[in-house]
């Protein structure tokens, strides 16, 4: 079955730089590449997709980038602020054939 | 809010017992899914079902079964319950393109 590895487990970054999360993944049929975060007991929040025929994807401070060829993608999140601190997860699927393979996260801090 | 209802939101319980999980998917959604969220575990897949049929399985274990009914909303039953299913057990539900899950607020469960 799928396996997803996700990198670094704890990313400490000031208030204002950017932080960059990596995944790999071992299915080369895996087609969907979601991007969850989660706060200390609440429910994990779809915050950015990606779908294997795109390479990268933008929404306001948020980016993702694919790579299918090296089966790895990564979150990138630029000008950091307090509210961006959570646990984020990444996710690898075969669309809705099945569910979603998560990686074990990466608790993300923002220093003020 | 994901527009995803789960109850309860706590249960606590003894080893040995049953209990059941209930989730209502966002309005128009067919697929539900289940997972269960532990420290050592991770956030895990166990099952899913797609307009009242099981759809695909994932980390399921053989004393855990789900259903899902007419109106749509699911439930997940565990029975022999071990200190070890102690967990956050979470439903998310899809759309028609089967990509986008949205996840419930989850079910804390306790066996003692």
């Known amino acids: 079955g799928e396996n997803v590895e996700q990198h670094p487990s704890t990313l400490s970054v000031q208030e204002g730089d950017s932080a960059v999360i990596k995944c790999t993944y071992s299915d080369s049929a895996s087609n969907y590449f979601p991007w969850y975060k989660q706060e200390l007991g609440k429910r994990p929040q779809l915050i950015i997709d990606?779908?294997?025929?795109?390479g990268e994807k933008k929404d306001q401070r948020i980016a993702v980038t694919l790579n299918k060829t090296a089966k790895h993608f990564s979150l990138h999140i630029t000008e950091t602020q307090p509210e961006d601190s959570a646990v984020y997860f990444c996710a690898a699927s075969l669309g809705g054939a099945d569910g979603l393979t998560f990686g074990k996260g990466t608790h993300l801090i923002i220093q003020p | 809010d994901s527009g995803v209802t789960q109850t309860p939101k706590h249960l606590i319980t003894a080893t040995g017992q049953r209990v059941t999980l209930r989730c209502s998917p966002r309005s128009g959604d067919l697929s539900v899914y289940w997972y269960q969220q532990s420290l050592d575990q991770g956030l895990q897949f166990l099952i899913q079902?797609?307009?009242?049929?099981?759809?695909a399985k994932g980390n399921i274990l053989e004393r855990f079964s789900a259903q899902q009914f007419p109106d749509l909303h699911s439930e997940l039953n565990l029975s022999s319950l071990e200190l070890g299913d102690s967990a956050l057990y979470f439903c998310?539900?899809?759309?028609?393109?089967?990509?986008?899950?949205?996840f419930g607020p989850g079910t804390r469960l306790t066996v003692l």
């Open positions: 990606i779908r294997s025929n795109v």
């Open positions: 998310a539900s899809s759309g028609g393109g089967f990509y986008e899950q949205f």
């Open positions: 079902y797609y307009n009242g049929e099981e759809r």
